[in-house]
């Protein structure tokens, strides 16, 4: 039997996700295909079930139902729970059961430029939204405790330190203690959508006190280099852009489906591909 898969959201129609899931399921011939659906707010109750009914065996989730879909779920793993945001589901014994992706994707990512020295390396992230809050859970999880937050609005990083269950040591920073402080860090992780295309002359804060040998790591895809990886390198530092977090939160959700951890590499020239 062919299973299906998808992923929900609101607007759907450009999502990367059923080309590079459908070629996963191929080139590991698993029948199985993936879907986009275009579930507005007000009718996700309604499509969660109608999910459950038809047996679709998984789905990812995008924005804007990422936290609504919480209390729609049987079970919620626990670091997608002190997230609050499911980017998973998996579809089991009748149960749909939620995961979050987007951390352990970037994770991974981290680790394959870094490997593990990755837990001692004092840690900045800039932004203070949904994708900082996966990220720095996750990495605190994971053992890197050093990790400080700047954010345009400092209130929302002092909140996101004291929500975070995991054991840390972390100050919240305005922008301009960021900017100052930079060469303080080894790693330096963009969360915001600040550069993002069509605005891709703006930059969350200025890079010029960044230390040569930095490591920076923008979550943003298009253009595959912001201004501020542009500077990074320029000084000497070492860039990374959000393609290796999309492709990972990809594959780790392929691997919750179907116990598999697909070819990345495969799904990394895909989305490549399609960004042009
Ligand atoms: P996401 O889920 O993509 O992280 P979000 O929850 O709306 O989106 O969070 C957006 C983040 O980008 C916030 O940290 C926001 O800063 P504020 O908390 O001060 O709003 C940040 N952000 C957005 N546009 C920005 C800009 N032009 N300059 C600096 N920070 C920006």
Redesign the pocket.
């Known amino acids: 039997m062919e299973h299906i898969y998808g992923v929900i959201g609101d607007p759907i129609a450009h999502s990367m996700s059923p080309a590079i899931h459908n070629d996963a399921f191929g080139a590991e011939n698993i029948e199985a295909r993936y879907h986009h659906f275009h579930v507005l707010s007000e009718n996700l109750p309604d499509a969660i079930k109608g999910l459950k009914a038809v047996g679709v065996s998984g789905f990812n989730v995008t ?1 804007p139902h990422k936290m609504a879909i919480i209390p729609l779920l049987d079970e919620v793993d626990d670091l997608a729970r002190a997230i609050g945001a499911v980017n998973t589901v998996i579809y089991k014994n009748g149960r749909h059961i939620g995961y979050n992706t987007d951390g352990e994707g970037f994770y991974l990512s981290l680790v394959d430029r870094l490997g593990t020295e990755l837990t001692s390396k004092k840690t900045l992230i ?8 996966a990220i720095y859970f996750t990495l605190v999880k994971e053992g890197v405790s050093n990790v400080d937050i700047a ?3 400092l209130a ?2 002092e909140m996101l330190i004291a929500d975070c269950p995991y054991p840390k040591q972390s100050s919240a920073l305005t ?1 301009s203690e960021a900017e100052q402080s930079l060469g303080e860090y080894d790693l330096i992780i963009q ?4 550069g993002m295309s069509p ?1 891709t002359n ?1 930059m ?2 200025d890079g010029k006190h960044l230390r040569q040998n930095a490591f920076v790591s923008d979550v943003i895809y298009n253009p595959l280099e912001t201004k501020l990886l542009i500077q990074a390198k320029a000084n000497g530092a070492e860039i990374q852009n959000g393609v290796d977090m999309l492709v990972n939160q990809a594959a780790l959700a392929f691997q919750l489906w179907t116990g598999i951890m697909p070819d990345t590499q495969r799904m990394k020239e895909i989305v490549l591909n399609k960004l042009g």
Request: net charge positive.
């Open positions: 924005v800039i932004g203070a939204g949904g994708a900082a809050r954010n345009r609005t929302r990083a922008i969360t915001t959508s600040s605005d703006a969350p804060l």
